[in-house]
């Protein structure tokens, strides 16, 4: 056995490799000997760094290689030449092209862009600067305890609103990839940047993709991301029947890991039951067949005890003070679903959209925090009479107005959306609150993506200052809004948003009194 | 959070005067900075520097990356292998937690021995005590045309070894060695996989050749 690898100290070498799937065309990379080594792929940068070439060490098999020129082609042009692809562009880091050189396969990747890497990076020094955000410095609490010496600076945090933002990006780069009839397979941290700064998320590693018909590529996941079932069976050979392998539903467990650790800086499944003496076999039945949610309502078994923890994990790792209903109804009802429910019956759990529709439901409930050094800087409304900022314990001031939307079941009968927005002063109302028939999504025009109006404290009373609703009507004093005035927001008041098909009506509640 | 025990045992004898130790030094200290920019690393690899020279100390005990801080060594007198060996079990014994009905324990450690001569101590007494303890794996390097290779077979199946034992090739290995811990604490949760062998880690830098 010999890793012996010719070296060449010639400096820096501009070579050329030809794409096997457009004739004539060619790309350049730097090779100073040095690659930079992924798991797979030997990566070399393009002279301009505006694309990396990146070889597999490995040579590809027809199955393999038959994958990847689909993903650079079909797909490619399916996911972006056409209208919307440039919204998924900023989603992905998509191979644009495959190249080969003697007998290596190789792929063009565009470079990640400039706020996918530390501008600061650690509070103390430059250890980290322009390096890559890879998601693991977001998504564990260590990094953002103010007393841990390799903490990150506060000006590459974000705020808890951030992750929600960046979480729907992720549910959406999966939900498209999904619908295509693709899973990713190897959804981790390592393989979502994010950038709480401009909240922005970006999958790479896309050639690890499992396309429809064609052999899965032969990796099952990254530790901490792998389903149960996975887990479970892969002690069996990769054709054994009873063997599960990634596929859309695998990825599904891993976007609802993602998504909780990067809201509440901890493992869903991490907790302190020990299933084995034996340290390997504990971890692969702790994750795999016998995986429990760290927060089940009825079966307390795997919760984390905090005494055997890292003080550092505070105090995210806490439970109690901190538990996941934090995130609100919504989202709670979608971790039991994965975490409960779903997490051995794959079957079971949300899919990306619905992901994506519960986390910008849940941004409709936020609240900016009064506390100026507040950490977090905003939280999910608790549905209290006295509601309370969950991380540092301020108590919201004033009045709190709670819309609840309705839609026309039939004529004069109106049903409850289950969607409710809190309102904070110089909240804006947008089209999709107004009319259910538009969703809150990607395929939004510029158009829809207007404020129709917002809400002020003003004088002592809340209002609604109307701005582009042509047939806002207060029902409870039957009395027209029209354009440019403003109605007041009152208990009890039911308001209707639009008389269009589709238009809603609010009924106000106030909290706080 | 199950810790990654990583224990370096360094060969201090007064062979490794000049270049060599100082290359060590800055090796570890690089070491360290890079592990710090890897985030798996820093939440799971702890730390412990092991020396030898007439005698074996525990330098710096099991430390998390954070805290680390590398303390001065000097090159000095002959080669205790075998004492290091029993020193490692005993660190062993008493830093790496061990599962528990209660209590998750520490992964299996790793172990990187460093030396440039041939042990001067009865180095099969220590190499019975330590193959007592299981690690995730154990890799030896003979730095330099001083040290046996075949001898660090008997310890681990895992040799690597430099030409010369200058500061370019022993700064290769500190890199590697900090490579080889990255790609642990990142897979050695993959499902619990065994770590064992040099088939887990990446292939060293040029400069170093695996004795089979």
């Not at chain 2, 061990?98 to 172990?111: C, F, N, R, S, Y």
Request: hydrophobic content about 35%; aromatic content about 10%; charged content about 25%.
């Amino acid at each position: 056995m010999s890793f012996l690898t010719k070296f060449s100290n010639s400096g820096t070498n501009i070579k050329t490799v030809s794409s096997i799937i457009t004739p004539g065309k060619t790309y350049q990379y730097v090779d100073n000997g040095e690659p930079m080594r992924g798991g797979m792929k030997d990566v070399y940068f393009g002279p301009d760094k505006s694309y990396v070439v990146a070889f597999y060490r490995d040579k590809q098999d027809y199955n393999s290689r038959e994958r990847l020129k689909k993903l650079v082609t079909q797909y490619y042009d399916s996911f972006f030449n056409r209208e919307g692809g440039d919204y998924y562009k900023s989603l992905y880091c998509w191979p644009t092209d495959m190249v080969e050189l003697d007998d290596k396969v190789g792929l063009i990747v565009p470079a990640y862009k400039k706020d996918f890497f530390f501008k600061k990076g650690y509070a103390n020094g430059d250890g980290i600067k322009g390096k890559e955000k890879q998601g693991l410095w977001f998504a564990s609490s260590k990094f953002r305890h103010k007393q841990f010496s390799l903490r990150l600076d506060e000006t590459e945090l974000g705020n808890w609103l951030s992750y929600f933002q960046i979480c729907v990006k992720i549910a959406r780069g999966v939900k498209r990839l999904h619908a295509a009839g693709l899973a990713h397979s190897d959804l981790s941290y390592k393989n979502v940047l994010i950038d709480p700064v401009s909240k922005a998320a970006t999958i790479i590693d896309i050639d690890g993709l499992v396309v429809p018909g064609l052999y899965p590529p032969d990796v099952i996941g990254t530790a901490d991301f792998i389903a149960p079932e996975v887990l479970a069976t892969k002690h069996l050979d990769i054709r054994d029947p009873n063997r599960k392998h990634t596929n859309r539903t695998t990825d599904l467990h891993a976007l609802a890991v993602m998504i909780y650790m990067y809201l509440l800086y901890r493992h869903p499944l991490k907790g302190s039951k020990v299933n084995s003496l034996d340290t390997e076999k504990d971890d692969l039945l702790s994750m795999g067949e016998k995986a429990l949610f760290i927060e089940h309502p009825t079966d307390p078994s795997n919760r984390v005890k905090l005494a055997q923890g890292s003080k550092w994990a505070l105090p995210w790792a806490d439970t109690i003070k901190l538990p996941y209903t934090i995130t609100g109804p919504y989202l709670k009802s979608l971790f039991d679903q994965a975490f409960i429910a779903g997490l051995h019956d794959p079957n079971l759990r949300p899919n990306a959209d619905t992901w994506e529709q519960a986390l910008l439901k849940t941004t409709d409930l936020m609240q900016p925090c009064s506390n100026k050094q507040c950490d977090q800087k905003w939280f999910v409304f608790d549905n209290t009479t006295s509601p309370k900022c969950p991380f540092c314990g301020t108590h919201i001031k004033g009045t709190l107005p709670v819309l609840d939307l309705y839609y026309q079941f039939k004529p004069t009968v109106w049903k409850p959306e289950n969607h409710r927005l809190m309102v904070y002063n110089n909240q804006y109302l947008f089209q999709w609150h107004v009319n259910r028939n538009i969703i809150r999504n990607e395929r939004l025009t510029a158009e829809q993506k207007v404020p129709v109006g917002y809400f002020t404290f003003h004088n002592d009373k809340w209002v609604f200052v109307n701005q582009k609703l042509g047939s806002l009507k207060d029902l409870t004093e039957n009395k027209e809004i029209p354009l440019n005035t403003m109605v007041d927001i009152t208990d009890g008041k039911k308001l209707l948003l639009s008389d269009e098909e589709g238009g809603r009506v609010v009924m106000i509640t106030m909290a706080n009194k | 959070m199950r810790r990654l025990p990583v224990y370096l045992l360094l060969d201090t004898s007064g062979s490794m005067t000049g270049e060599p130790i100082e290359a060590v030094k800055n090796g570890v200290q690089v070491m360290i900075s890079s592990l710090r920019q890897n985030p798996q690393a820093i939440e799971t690899a702890f730390i412990s520097i092991i020396t030898f020279d007439s005698v074996a100390k525990q330098v710096v005990p099991l430390t998390d990356l954070a805290s680390f801080q590398m303390v001065d060594i000097k090159a000095t007198g002959t080669t205790c292998l075998g004492e290091a060996l029993k020193l490692v079990s005993t660190c062993i014994d008493n830093e790496v937690a061990k599962t528990t009905a209660e209590q998750k324990g520490d992964w299996k450690p790793l172990v990187f021995i460093m030396t440039d001569g041939i042990p001067t101590d009865d180095w099969q007494s220590g190499l019975e005590e330590f193959k007592k303890r299981k690690t995730a794996f154990t890799v030896a390097c003979a730095a330099g045309s001083g040290a046996d290779a075949n001898l660090l077979k008997q310890i681990t199946e895992n040799v690597v070894s430099l030409d010369t034992a200058d500061s370019q090739s022993i700064a290769k290995f500190f890199t590697w060695v900090s490579a080889s811990i990255g790609v642990t604490s990142t897979k050695v949760e993959d499902a619990g996989k065994e770590v064992t062998g040099m088939g887990e880690l990446p292939p060293p830098p040029s400069e170093l050749n695996i004795v089979t």
